[in-house]
């Protein structure tokens, strides 16, 4: 199992309300990858948004940027809003980053649960699913085929063109996020796709009918089960001590559900809430190394994972504590999974 970090780019923000500078955030995630890879983690991925608490609209320039101060670790979007963007140029965005980083940059499309992408390009809501399943299809033929003709409904006729350049071994590793609709895991398991399932609420034991629907898709489309890859994305931090990174931690983490909440009229978000995604039974992994190790444990046996990623900077804490969180999940509890799962 992959042992990784995704990240939003999430801006911290002051109890005035005032936002940290984009290129200071930036600068830091930048130092935050870089110590990653030092520590021997397997992945990193940065999502897309255009909101302003968020740092990153382009995950691909991060990436580039990533990929010059690193060696090992894998780069990856988390995710890259397909639906609004262009298949061709997507597909050239990251094929040259994995050139850049030889070999080792991964694309991951999803739907978008953020829609502001949507207007700002240029595109109606209303056409949400049409947009996604067009826009896949092309951006796997582009994957396959080096030179294409294709027609759809969005995008203008491709008529016998050459997409260049082509990622190394012409094949960028390409994943699909999936929030909780079986429609999502039906497609990827009809192409046969890598996919990560975000966990960011509730039991994760709820999920298991969807991982278990997944894997029963991927076979009987009559893919290589030697090539089955399935991972969850949760919302974890890390500390020396569970009590105390738990209460440096919730008021951010509450004020970002917050501040995400009020635009989908969600309630105020609770304590309770809080210590019941830590607990057993939950989907938040903020704690110290060894509860980190048991609830990651937990859920590989849980659900057969290929790759665990750890969510780290909602809320935006600082970078400080995010260099610390890295560290320990690096020297602390990523060596303690690996060693468990050889056993």
Request: charged share 25%; no cysteine; hydrophobic share 40%.
């Amino acid at each position: 199992m992959e042992l990784g970090i995704g990240m939003f780019g999430d801006l911290q923000i002051n109890a005035k309300g005032e936002i940290q500078p984009a290129q200071q955030r930036l600068q830091e995630i930048l130092a935050e990858v870089k110590l990653m890879d030092e520590v021997g983690l397997d992945f990193f991925g940065i999502g897309e948004h255009h909101r302003p608490d968020y740092a990153v609209s382009s995950p691909e320039i991060v990436l580039a940027a990533a990929a010059s101060i690193t060696k090992n670790i894998k780069l990856s979007s988390a995710v890259s809003v397909l639906s609004s963007a262009d298949p061709v140029k997507l597909y050239q965005s990251f094929a040259t980053v994995d050139l850049i980083a030889n070999g080792r940059a991964e694309l991951m499309a999803g739907r978008g649960s953020f829609v502001e992408s949507f207007p700002l390009y240029g595109f109606n809501l209303q056409d949400y699913d049409e947009l996604y399943e067009e826009k896949l299809e092309l951006l796997l033929k582009i994957n396959k085929e080096q030179k294409i003709s294709w027609k759809g409904k969005f995008r203008p006729e491709l008529v016998n063109q050459e997409i260049l350049p082509r990622a190394v071994d012409n094949n960028l590793k390409i994943w699909v996020a999936v929030g909780g609709t079986p429609e999502s895991v039906l497609r990827a398991g009809k192409f046969g796709l890598p996919v990560m399932f975000a966990i960011i609420g509730g039991s994760p034991a709820q999920f298991k009918p969807l991982f278990d629907y997944y894997q029963k898709v991927y076979e009987g489309y009559g893919h290589d089960q030697s090539k089955f890859e399935v991972g969850v994305h949760m919302h974890s931090f890390f500390g020396e001590n569970s009590k105390q990174i738990a209460d440096y931690y919730y008021p951010l983490y509450s004020a970002q559900m917050d501040r995400v909440g009020r635009s989908r009229g969600w309630p105020p978000y609770q304590q309770h809430q809080f210590d019941f995604g830590r607990s057993k039974d939950g989907a938040l992994i903020i704690s110290d190394a060894n509860e980190a190790i048991d609830k990651i444990l937990a859920m590989e046996e849980m659900f057969g994972l290929t790759r665990f990623s750890a969510h780290m900077d909602v809320g935006g804490p600082s970078h400080t504590e995010m260099m610390k969180s890295i560290e320990i999940f690096g020297t602390q509890i990523a060596p303690k999974v690996r060693e468990a799962l050889k056993k």
